[in-house]
């Protein structure tokens, strides 16, 4: 470090010689100058000249004239952070005034060359969030600059998450649009609005949005060297955070860089330019998430398995060949090859199996489209209905049977079978309220699952319905979110988002569903409910 002092004298002689004693009497009263030379950690190659005064202030970094020529219309934190001319993501910096990206800050660096080109000077570190001025390589400290670092790096305090699902009140974008916080479009790239639906659905389990808010929560998780799945938290948590950041721009996000990180961590399986089944998705995702969170088969090793998973019985009992006869079929029964037998396994979501639709049309050439209550599917899992599994060599026939309820239920709903030749969608529309729902039934009478589950009444949070034809490409995606600070639903396809209501919700061809679970301090709920366990 080199520092240079100006001597005072000189200074009094020189404004003596001019004979101006105001000069000599703001001199007197001035600290002396110091020229500082400091190597930056961001850019070693360079160093950032620094004027101080005797009190270790920044003369030129609180007092920037070029803070009026940010363009903040034109800036866009969604993207990925590669520099626009060597596509490197290692020390970039954002042009405030045009919104490019740029790498180093040195004399031979392109952001130095694009600030002494078109005359940009204010430049976002987008890793330290420090301002520069380029091309006279000074940090620039000002308040007027928290809204930028903020939108390219929103945090939330354990408070504000605490408040989040009770706001009503609208936020103003900084071009003017209105937007509630949480209900944000998603931008489609080309064909990512399978992810889109995912995305948003997730967005609103407040559990897991909790917790990838605070960013203390997942960022001392370990790792292997050189794991990818890492990145795949990093972004999934920024994008949660950008879609309940208040203080927005624009009310729209771009999932560019979170898709990328899905691109890169299922290996090229999904990918944003070619339409995928989003059940395949959250199947993966989930999964994803739960590894790279460091989880294991425990029930409270990742938010992932506290928020979604359950359990449940399957029985399993193998059919003998229909070739045998009755005394061949008799004795076969007899063996331990073809006892039922039992096992407890978890689960994530719910597949729900529809009735096939009617072959024929009716009189009036239309094709019927069949309706079916919720509690007539869910009978799947009541441990008294057996379905039939088929495999190319054996039958079986399966129950199965739910003994613990997850705090966040999602059920996924058969929609499309694969034939030979083509895909083909059940039409099938499932009657279901959207809240309410008492799951108690599904379990078994034992005293002990019983005493396990005080609530089991559920809640409709998100729905994600399939429109079109079947088959990638051919169909669009949309999903029905439920606010809790306004009780407003909305649909949300894209960037579209309106309000709608809950009665058109049940009329469409649902796809997925999350439901929550309704805790309620209700005196009198608790009193029956432990008189019914006393009777029983």
């Given at each position: 470090?080199k520092?240079?002092?100006?001597?005072?004298?000189r200074?009094?002689?020189d404004?003596?010689?001019?004979?101006?004693e105001?000069?000599?009497?703001?001199?007197?009263?001035?600290p002396?100058?110091?020229?500082e030379t400091?190597v930056?950690?961001?850019d070693?190659?360079?160093?950032?000249?620094?004027v101080?005064?005797?009190?270790g202030?920044d003369?030129?970094s609180?007092?920037?004239?070029?803070?009026?020529?940010?363009n903040?219309?034109?800036?866009?934190?969604?993207?990925?952070?590669?520099?626009?001319?060597?596509?490197?993501?290692?020390n970039?910096?954002?042009?405030l005034?045009?919104?490019k990206?740029?790498?180093g800050?040195?004399?031979?660096?392109?952001?130095?060359?694009h600030?002494?080109?078109?005359?940009?000077?204010?430049?976002?570190n987008?890793?330290?969030?420090?301002?520069?001025?380029?091309?006279?390589?000074?940090?620039?400290?000002d308040?007027?600059?928290?809204?930028?670092?903020?939108?390219?790096?929103?945090?939330?305090?354990?408070?504000?998450?605490?408040?989040?699902?009770?706001?009503?009140?609208?936020?103003?974008?900084?071009?003017?649009?209105?937007?509630?916080?949480g209900?944000?479009?998603?931008?489609?790239i080309?064909?990512?609005?399978?992810?889109?639906?995912i995305?948003?659905?997730?967005?609103?389990?407040?559990?897991?949005?909790?917790?990838?808010?605070?960013?203390?929560?997942?960022?001392?998780?370990r790792?292997?060297?050189?794991?990818?799945?890492v990145?795949?938290?990093?972004?999934?948590?920024?994008?949660?955070?950008?879609?309940?950041?208040?203080r927005?721009?624009?009310?729209?996000?771009s999932?560019?860089?979170?898709l990328?990180?899905?691109?890169?961590?299922?290996?090229?399986?999904f990918?944003?330019?070619?339409?995928?089944?989003?059940v395949?998705?959250?199947?993966?995702?989930?999964?994803?998430?739960?590894?790279?969170?460091?989880?294991n088969?425990?029930?409270?090793?990742?938010?992932i398995?506290r928020?979604f998973?359950?359990?449940?019985r399957?029985?399993?009992?193998?059919?003998?060949?229909?070739e045998?006869?009755?005394?061949?079929?008799?004795?076969?029964?007899?063996?331990?090859?073809?006892?039922?037998?039992?096992?407890?396994v978890p689960?994530?979501?719910?597949t729900?199996?529809?009735?096939?639709?009617?072959?024929?049309?009716d009189?009036?050439?239309?094709?019927?489209?069949?309706?079916?209550p919720l509690?007539?599917?869910?009978?799947?899992?009541?441990?008294?209905?057996e379905?039939?599994?088929?495999?190319?060599?054996?039958?079986?026939?399966?129950?199965?049977?739910?003994?613990?309820l997850?705090?966040?239920?999602?059920?996924v709903?058969?929609?499309?079978t694969?034939?030979?030749?083509?895909?083909?969608?059940?039409p099938?529309?499932?009657?279901?309220?959207?809240?309410?729902?008492?799951?108690?039934?599904?379990?078994?009478?034992?005293l002990?699952?019983?005493?396990?589950?005080p609530y089991?009444?559920?809640?409709?949070?998100?729905?994600?319905?399939?429109?079109?034809?079947?088959?990638?490409?051919?169909g669009?995606?949309?999903?029905?979110?439920?606010?809790?600070g306004?009780?407003?639903?909305?649909?949300?396809?894209?960037?579209?988002?309106?309000?709608?209501?809950?009665?058109?919700?049940?009329?469409?061809?649902?796809?997925?569903?999350i439901?929550k679970?309704?805790?309620?301090?209700?005196?009198q709920?608790?009193?029956?409910?432990?008189?019914?366990?006393?009777?029983?």
């Amino acid at each position: 470090m080199k520092v240079a002092i100006e001597p005072e004298k000189r200074r009094r002689d020189d404004a003596q010689t001019e004979g101006d004693e105001e000069e000599i009497k703001k001199i007197k009263t001035e600290p002396p100058v110091a020229v500082e030379t400091v190597v930056d950690d961001d850019d070693d190659d360079e160093p950032v000249y620094r004027v101080r005064g005797v009190h270790g202030d920044d003369v030129r970094s609180r007092h920037c004239p070029y803070l009026d020529t940010i363009n903040r219309n034109l800036l866009d934190f969604d993207f990925e952070k590669l520099c626009s001319i060597s596509l490197s993501n290692n020390n970039v910096y954002a042009c405030l005034v045009c919104g490019k990206y740029f790498q180093g800050r040195g004399q031979k660096s392109f952001a130095y060359t694009h600030s002494v080109e078109s005359n940009h000077h204010v430049w976002l570190n987008l890793e330290t969030l420090k301002v520069y001025c380029l091309p006279d390589n000074y940090e620039i400290i000002d308040s007027s600059l928290d809204d930028v670092k903020y939108l390219l790096n929103p945090t939330f305090t354990h408070e504000q998450a605490a408040v989040l699902d009770k706001n009503t009140k609208v936020a103003r974008a900084f071009d003017g649009s209105l937007y509630l916080p949480g209900i944000v479009g998603l931008n489609n790239i080309k064909a990512n609005d399978y992810c889109n639906v995912i995305l948003q659905a997730l967005n609103q389990v407040q559990a897991l949005r909790d917790y990838f808010l605070r960013e203390e929560n997942y960022v001392n998780i370990r790792r292997p060297p050189g794991d990818v799945m890492v990145l795949l938290v990093r972004r999934f948590a920024e994008l949660i955070r950008k879609l309940w950041n208040s203080r927005n721009f624009k009310a729209h996000v771009s999932p560019h860089e979170m898709l990328q990180a899905v691109v890169k961590c299922s290996k090229k399986r999904f990918q944003f330019t070619v339409q995928g089944d989003p059940v395949e998705f959250l199947s993966w995702f989930i999964n994803a998430m739960h590894t790279s969170l460091n989880g294991n088969k425990q029930a409270d090793s990742s938010i992932i398995n506290r928020s979604f998973q359950g359990r449940m019985r399957v029985y399993t009992k193998k059919i003998p060949p229909v070739e045998l006869n009755d005394r061949e079929r008799d004795i076969a029964l007899q063996t331990e090859e073809y006892k039922e037998t039992v096992e407890e396994v978890p689960f994530l979501f719910l597949t729900i199996d529809l009735p096939p639709p009617p072959l024929f049309r009716d009189e009036l050439k239309d094709n019927i489209i069949p309706q079916v209550p919720l509690f007539s599917v869910l009978s799947k899992f009541d441990g008294a209905t057996e379905k039939e599994c088929k495999t190319h060599k054996e039958n079986f026939i399966k129950r199965y049977e739910i003994i613990k309820l997850p705090e966040y239920l999602i059920m996924v709903f058969k929609r499309f079978t694969n034939n030979t030749f083509y895909v083909e969608k059940n039409p099938t529309i499932v009657n279901f309220p959207i809240k309410d729902v008492d799951l108690r039934e599904l379990l078994p009478g034992e005293l002990q699952v019983q005493e396990a589950h005080p609530y089991t009444v559920y809640d409709l949070i998100a729905n994600v319905v399939h429109d079109g034809e079947p088959g990638s490409g051919n169909g669009t995606y949309r999903v029905h979110i439920l606010h809790q600070g306004t009780g407003q639903w909305y649909e949300m396809q894209d960037l579209h988002v309106v309000d709608i209501l809950p009665q058109m919700i049940t009329l469409s061809e649902c796809y997925i569903q999350i439901w929550k679970v309704r805790k309620e301090d209700d005196e009198q709920l608790m009193r029956g409910f432990h008189e019914t366990i006393n009777k029983s």
